[in-house]
């Protein structure tokens, strides 16, 4: 790491320190006697800074630049010691070099589920992972705080720590913060910046900031992550009562080849014992002729439902009332898009109609697959 230039064998002139390691944040210059030469040169190259230690006191900080060891670059050092302006003597201490650049892509995750209140499925697990990266920003801090006498201190040693940092932080902030679980993928960056703000302080304690922290991946438990999953098939599926009975058609004209295997098949041997039961009840009402007796009279029909009206709000002014198919018509016309606000009797004010069940199906309704060719 370092280069010994002796000058007849005696003291050490040049002192300076290149970094080959690529996770050192401290190394110590190294030399028998701790005898610097005065008038020594200390080069400090960009992306460091030399800390000077006299008798276990932090003395002269260097940034980037080449120095001659004297006292007028020596200002703390000098007073320490009480040096006059002619005094050429060698002195003991120690100069510890500090890597000022970037340490990048650190990792960061929970150890265990954060618990949130979310505002749509109420008290959820969360976990989330990342990477973040470190810098040195006040060199004596971090060596009085930290480094103590450690002659070569890499990140190892402190990462472990930043990330209990990062993690205490992250759990307070995703529990207070309020965004829904399902907006937090496009929450991440905001998020990010708000746990490094929210980190800054704890860090600056030890001579360190976060230049940044970014959030890759947050979670949820597989058993929720399967309910999601069955609402957006739910979702895509649009008009279950057709979609059901559409299966079960398939089922009984294909049960090997239709989805679910033999639970489709199962399917399609119901609906078929129900068919052949409604078969047998028609003709045991007709007699054994054929003919239906003149006693049985048809039973009336239920009364038709009450179909649900629709309003629709846009730029400020409503329109309406729209029954669903004419809504559907809409839709198809582009008149109705899923942001339309939309209002009918009974609902708890004005929704958009993607967030509507019954609307919503009119956007992802698919037709099924053409009938074979004759």
């Known amino acids: 790491m370092g280069i010994f230039d002796f000058l007849t064998g005696e003291f050490i002139d040049v002192i300076h320190w290149t970094d080959d390691t690529r996770d050192t944040m401290v190394w110590r210059f190294e030399r028998e006697g701790h005898e610097i030469k005065y008038g020594a040169k200390l ?3 960009e992306g460091q800074a030399a800390v000077m230690v ?3 006191q932090l003395a002269d900080v260097f940034q980037p630049g080449l120095y001659m060891l004297e006292t007028n670059n020596m200002p703390i050092m000098t007073t320490l010691q009480y040096w006059d302006h002619g005094f050429e003597s060698p002195f003991k201490s120690e100069i510890y070099f500090v890597n000022t650049t970037r340490f990048t892509d650190l990792k960061w995750g929970t150890k ?6 979310d505002p749509e499925f109420g008290p959820v ?10 810098k040195v920003s006040d060199p004596a801090r971090f060596m009085s705080e930290i480094v103590g006498t450690d002659g070569e201190f890499t990140m ?13 932080e992250f759990s307070a902030a995703i529990a207070g913060s309020g965004i829904p679980v399902l907006d937090m993928a496009a929450n991440t960056l905001d998020l990010g910046k708000l746990l490094a703000k929210k980190i800054a302080p704890a860090l600056a304690e030890y001579g360190l900031e976060l230049p940044g922290l970014y959030i890759e991946n947050i979670s949820l438990p597989p058993k929720v992550e399967e309910a999601l999953d069955k609402r957006t098939s739910m979702g895509l599926a649009g008009d279950l009562d057709q979609f ?9 004209s294909n049960p090997a080849s239709a989805a679910g295997g033999s ?3 199962g399917m399609g041997a119901g609906m078929g014992m129900a068919m052949a039961q409604q078969m047998q009840a028609q003709q045991a009402a007709a007699g054994p002729w054929g003919a239906r007796p003149a006693a049985a009279a048809p039973a009336a029909p239920p009364p038709p439902p009450v179909e649900k009206v629709w309003h629709t709000a846009t730029n400020g002014e409503t329109s309406g009332p729209y029954s669903r198919a004419t ?4 839709a198809a016309d582009g008149s109705l898009s899923r942001d339309t606000h939309v209002w009918t009797a009974g609902q708890d004010g004005w929704k958009r109609a993607s967030e509507v069940m019954e609307l919503a199906q009119l956007f992802t309704i698919m037709p099924p697959p053409p009938p074979p060719a004759d």
């Open 43 to 45: 080069t400090v190259r």
């Open 54 to 56: 006299h008798e276990g």
């Open 112 to 117: 265990n589920p954060i618990i949130c209140r």
């Open 125 to 134: 697990r969360l976990r989330a992972y990342g990477t973040y990266e470190i």
């Open 156 to 168: 190892d040693e402190i990462s472990y720590q930043i990330r209990n940092i990062i993690t205490s």
């Open 244 to 252: 059901m009975k559409y299966s079960a058609a398939e089922a009984m």
């Open 263 to 265: 639970m489709a098949a």
């Open 327 to 330: 809504l559907g018509r809409m």
